[in-house]
């Protein structure tokens, strides 16, 4: 038996109950003959809480101290689980993420990994102890400062150690029993995924599926890590992430046509006014988000009007980068030449992710069809050879992912899918 690395997200570890209920779960993986690492994320939504009480002190708070403030969340819970499991009679050692080895980059609040050096977590599971890593948190090789890896992002560092440490599987435990074809949250009807490919989930994730960052599973793909994505409140077999499919009894899985619909709320539009319609403007325009380290999601330029030679030039972005990019903009106004801004945080994106695409030309067609029958208005359209997203209005968002998850035929015709626990924050 080998070694397993396991996740356990904020709402597996809410409340003690809930930590005494994961921790059997690990000393159970433990006595069936695996060594254990596990990752855990901070208690229910303590993350969002720190960050709330931070902006309630500094509108704009500064990126290392708001990580040094984040990473106590982790923290919180590595320390309690190591307790609890200790409580069961097993040996337990937490460890924050620096400690476990997890080098990244400078960037504050959404650092990347650049190596990861397990040797005490290997040595702690060695000495037949139970490894508990604190998630979403490393140290910049530079600075020597503590760094977070974005929201979602103790995932990506169980994907990480499990590629460090060669471990057999990376464990996603959450409060879904795994990847389902739409966020069970909206569509009752979704289904659970037996198996899915590290390109398809790569999109959904993209795409706003948070089951899983799509960090990690870029990772992971790298790496070739497979996931088991399941819930840590049942003991159901989960949603495979991995290159190939995995046989299930006789049953070879196949491939989708269509994985899943995703949404995202989690964006806004800027809309960049009045910009003379000429070579260089677009370049300049997006030189200056790159500058301020934000990264855009969807555009989309305007014809410009002949009499005017002026053009409207719109982008999407995450929403916590809205104020960044508009305060950079503004600044730059002068060198860049535009009237005005236009800011829109209450747009969503919904997007219909699958293999299939590439083969099957009715899909594209069959997705619009479904949002006009279901009244939704599009803004701005984006594809890849396996995805097609629309911006619509925040509102029209569960209608219409509604809707296209009933017009691909996705709905389950049997049981309604289960959310065991959070709060969907
Ligand atoms: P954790 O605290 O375990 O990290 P997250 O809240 O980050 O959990 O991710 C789990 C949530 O992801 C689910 O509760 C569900 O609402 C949401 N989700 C979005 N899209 C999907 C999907 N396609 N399949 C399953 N869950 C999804
Ligand atoms: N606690 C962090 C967050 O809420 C990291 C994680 O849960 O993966 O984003
Ligand atoms: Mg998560």
Redesign the pocket.
């Known amino acids: 038996m080998g070694l397993v690395v396991q996740k ?5 570890v809410a409340d003690a109950e809930g930590i005494k209920r994961v921790a059997k779960r690990i000393v159970e993986a433990k006595r069936n003959g695996h060594q254990v690492v596990a990752v855990v ?1 901070a208690m229910g939504d303590t993350t969002d809480e720190l960050i709330d009480l931070a902006e309630q002190v500094s509108p704009i708070p500064a990126g290392r101290e708001l990580d040094m403030l984040l990473t106590a969340g982790e923290r919180i819970s590595m320390a309690l689980l190591a307790m609890a499991i200790k409580n069961l009679g097993h040996n337990a050692q937490s460890f924050t993420g620096s400690q476990a080895g997890v080098i990244t980059d400078s960037v504050h609040n959404k650092a990347r990994i650049i190596d990861v050096t397990p040797g005490r977590i290997k040595a702690s599971v060695d000495e037949g102890n139970i490894a508990i890593v604190a998630g979403f948190q490393g140290v910049s090789q530079d600075t020597k400062d503590i760094t977070t890896l974005g929201r ?1 992002g ?2 990506t560092t169980a994907v990480a150690l499990a590629a460090a440490l060669d471990a057999e599987v990376c464990e996603i ?4 029993d ?8 909206v569509v009752t009807k ?1 289904q659970k995924i037996d198996w899915i490919s590290f390109e398809d989930m790569l999109e ?1 994730a993209a795409s ?4 899983l960052l799509h960090r990690c599973v870029e990772y992971a793909r790298r790496y070739n890590i497979p996931i088991h994505v399941r819930s840590s409140f049942s003991g159901l077999r989960g949603t495979w992430v991995s290159s190939e499919p995995t046989k299930q009894g006789d049953k070879q899985v196949e491939q989708a046509l269509i994985s ?1 619909v ?1 949404h995202d709320t989690s964006e806004a539009k800027v809309t960049v006014v009045g910009v003379p319609d000429k070579p260089g403007e677009a370049a300049s325009i997006f030189r200056t988000i790159a500058d301020a380290e934000i990264n855009i999601d969807m555009v989309v330029q305007n014809v410009s009007a002949a009499s005017t030679g002026l053009t409207d030039i719109s982008f999407t972005l995450p929403k916590t980068e809205g104020r960044k990019a508009i305060d950079a903009l503004e600044k730059n106004k002068g060198t860049i030449g535009f009237d005005s801004l236009r800011y829109d945080d209450q747009i969503g994106k919904i997007s219909l992710v699958g293999a299939g695409m590439k083969t099957n030309p009715g899909v594209t067609a069959d997705f619009f069809t479904a949002l006009s029958d279901a009244g939704v208005n599009i803004e701005l359209i984006s594809t890849s050879e396996i995805r097609i997203s629309v911006v619509t209005r925040k509102d029209d968002v569960p209608g219409a992912v509604r809707a296209v998850h009933s017009a691909f035929g996705l709905d389950s015709d049997s049981d309604e899918a289960v ?1 065991y626990g ?1 709060t ?1 924050r």
């Open positions: 356990y997200g904020g709402s597996s994320s979602g103790s995932d435990y959450t409060d879904v795994g990847v389902f074809t739409a966020d069970p949250r979704a959904l706003g599926s948070k089951v899943g995703a959310v959070g969907g």
